[in-house]
C-alpha cells in the first residue's frame, strides 16, 4: 500500500480529496532576516494570519495541499503542523531548493568550491535525509522534492540539484515538482529528469502556465508528465483569461489526466510587508487559495467542463502523483 508523507505523519492516498498542488503557508526569501524591520516572529499570530486564508478555502472542499516551499525560503515545519492540525486539511511539505539565483546556495558553491564536497552528492544526501529521516529534530518527512530553475537556462547548481533529486525519487517513489521562470525550461528539466529515469508519473512540471504557447505545454505533456497551471491569480505574470484558454484547449484534446492546478499563494511571508503600487495590486486581486473555487472552476464548467472532469485534474491527479511511495 503506498503512503503520503504529510506533516502529521503518512496517511493513505485515498484520503487526500481535494488537493491544492503548488501553494505556501509561509515563506520568506534570504535575507529578510537583516532587515531591521522585519515583522518580529510571532507563531501564534502567523499560524493565525495562515488560519484566516484557508478557512474559505476549507469550505469550499479543500482537504490537502503541498506547500511548496524549499529548504532555502525558510520553510516552518511547526506552523505547517500546527495549521494543518487546527484546520483539520493535510499539509504536505518539500525538501528541495530554489533557484541558483533566489535561493541560498553559498555554503555549497564553497564546499564545492574548495573540493571538499560534491555538490550533488550533498544535495542528494539532504533530500534523502528530509525524506527518510526527517526535517530538522521535527520528525516530519518531506513527501515532494521540489526543484528550481532561473530564466531560460539551467546553471550548474540547478543542475545538480535536477539530478539529485531524480535520484531520491528513484530511490523513494517520492515526487518531484518543479519551478519554472517565466515560462522557460519546462522541456529542458522534463527531458533531464527522464533522462535520469525518473517515472514519468512522478514528475510535475510547474508554472507552466507562465508561458501561452502551446506548443510549449504539448511539448513538455507528450513526454508523459503531468503540469501544473498554478499561479491562478497572479496575473501580473499572465492575464487568467490566457491561463484558462489553455487549460480548456488542452483538457478539451485529451490531457485531462495530466493537469493539476494551484495559485501559489503565499499564506503568511515573512519579512517588514508592504504595499503593492495600485497598478499591480488590481493584477492580484483575486491571489488567493480560493480563486480557484471562486472563477476558474466555473469558467471551466461554463466552457463545458465537466465535474467528473473537474474531479479528475482536483482530486485523481494529486493522488497518482503523490502514490508512487511505499511504506520506507
Ligand atoms: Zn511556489
Redesign the pocket.
Known amino acids: 500500500m503506498p503512503v503520503i508523507n504529510t506533516v502529521h505523519g503518512p496517511i493513505s492516498p485515498d484520503l487526500l480529496g481535494v488537493t491544492l498542488p ?1 501553494e ?1 503557508i509561509v515563506a520568506g526569501y534570504a535575507g529578510f532576516e537583516y532587515d531591521p524591520y522585519t515583522r518580529p516572529y510571532n507563531r501564534e499570530k502567523i499560524v493565525n494570519i495562515c488560519l484566516r486564508a484557508l478557512e474559505p478555502a476549507k469550505k469550499y472542499g479543500l482537504n490537502s495541499l503541498i506547500d ?1 516551499t524549499p529548504m532555502d525560503l525558510n520553510r516552518d515545519i511547526d506552523v505547517l503542523k500546527d495549521v494543518s492540525e487546527k484546520m483539520q486539511i493535510n499539509i504536505i511539505c518539500a525538501t528541495g531548493r530554489y533557484t541558483d539565483d533566489m535561493g541560498k546556495w553559498t555554503y555549497l558553491k564553497q564546499r564545492a568550491k574548495s573540493k571538499i564536497g560534491d555538490m550533488k552528492t550533498e544535495l542528494y544526501e539532504s533530500f534523502m535525509y528530509e525524506i527518510t529521516k526527517g526535517i530538522g529534530q521535527s520528525g516530519v518527512k518531506a513527501g515532494v522534492i521540489k526543484v528550481a530553475t532561473g530564466l531560460s537556462n539551467i546553471s550548474t547548481c540547478e543542475e545538480a540539484m535536477l539530478r539529485a533529486a531524480a535520484q531520491a525519487s528513484k530511490e523513494t517513489g517520492i515526487p518531484i515538482i518543479t ?1 519554472t521562470e517565466g515560462g522557460t525550461m519546462g522541456p529542458e528539466q522534463t527531458e533531464l529528469l527522464l533522462e535520469e529515469g525518473v517515472n514519468p508519473k512522478s514528475i510535475m512540471i510547474g508554472h507552466m502556465c507562465g508561458n501561452p504557447s502551446m506548443q510549449y505545454q504539448l511539448s513538455v505533456l507528450d513526454m508523459g508528465v503531468n503540469i501544473s497551471f498554478d499561479r491562478f491569480g497572479i496575473e501580473v505574470f499572465q492575464p487568467d483569461k490566457v491561463r484558462l484558454a489553455n487549460l480548456i484547449g488542452l483538457i478539451g484534446i485529451g490531457y485531462t489526466d495530466h493537469i493539476m492546478i494551484s495559485q ?1 499563494f503565499i499564506a503568511c511571508g515573512f519579512g517588514r510587508g508592504g504595499i503593492l503600487p495600485e497598478e499591480e495590486r488590481q493584477k492580484v486581486a483575486n491571489w488567493s487559495f480560493t480563486n480557484i473555487f471562486r472563477n476558474i472552476l466555473p469558467a471551466l464548467n461554463h466552457a463545458g467542463i465537466t465535474d467528473e472532469q473537474i474531479k479528475r485534474i482536483m482530486v485523481d491527479n494529486p493522488r497518482k502523483l503523490l502514490s508512487g511511495v511505499q511504506p520506507l
Open positions: 503548488h505556501h511548496a519551478h501559489d
